[in-house]
């Protein structure tokens, strides 16, 4: 089963297609670059993954749950939306890292500051980070 697929992904910004028909899938344990010239619809296609763009058209799952289908407006909602984003880390390009954490400081730091919210996280602090950098650096 498919980790990730996307499924015809369609965007267009006023009279501009961006994005047109993308598809791919992604198993457990595979990497995807996305290459291209600037201005391609590279971060566009991230930012649809991640919801911080509304794609026009096509499906996302993840592990065969529909987290965005265009045909469905119950897939839309805003908070729908939100519980959404979980699924996705993005990690921009050197301007936005806080320059005094590493590489993966900097990419672990979303789910320690989620882990904080959760019961007897203080008592379990120190076995979450062990297993949080475990994850990444197998990554």
């Known amino acids: 089963m498919s980790i990730l697929e996307v499924e015809h992904i369609r965007k267009t910004f006023d009279h501009t297609q961006v994005l047109q028909d993308i598809s791919f899938s992604l198993e ?5 670059s996305i290459i291209g010239s ?3 619809g590279k971060t566009t296609l991230l930012r649809c993954l991640n919801f911080l763009e509304r794609p026009d058209g096509g499906v996302i799952r993840i592990k065969g749950d529909t987290l965005f289908d265009a045909e469905h407006i119950s897939t839309q909602s805003e908070q729908e939306i939100r519980r959404k984003r979980l699924h996705f880390g993005l990690v921009f390009q050197s301007f936005n890292l806080f320059p005094q954490y590493t590489a993966l400081q900097n990419v672990m730091l979303a789910k320690q500051l989620l ?3 959760e019961p007897n996280y203080k008592v ?3 076995r979450f980070s062990k297993k949080l950098k475990t994850r990444h650096s197998s990554c």
């Open 28 to 32: 457990q344990g595979q990497v995807v």
């Open 38 to 40: 600037s201005g391609s």
């Open 115 to 117: 882990a904080k919210d």
């Open 124 to 126: 379990r602090k120190k």
